[in-house]
């Protein structure tokens, strides 16, 4: 059995504001909207955990400073 291809972060994002849309449209029935609110909350753990892996593999800048390699830590205003 094929395995199930795993979207991007930028088709998981364009689908759960697609699911988003059309939860506030009012026109879905309840099974819809719950089938949609759980689809939603899967793509959103999905796009969150892409985020988290992008945050840790910038961890570590590299920069020149006076010819030299430097790593540095990043931080991020407000954490």
Known sequence: ???????SF???LTKLE??????ESGDSSLKDL???YTEGMKLGEACL???AK?????DVVVNTDNGKIVERELT????
Do not use: F, Q, T
């Open 1 to 7: 059995m094929p395995r199930k291809k795993e979207l």
């Open 10 to 12: 930028e088709e998981s």
């Open 18 to 23: 697609a699911i988003v849309k059309e939860m």
């Open 34 to 36: 719950m089938d949609n």
């Open 49 to 51: 955990k892409e985020l």
């Open 54 to 58: 992008a945050e840790a593999a910038m």
């Open 76 to 79: 991020i205003e407000g954490e």
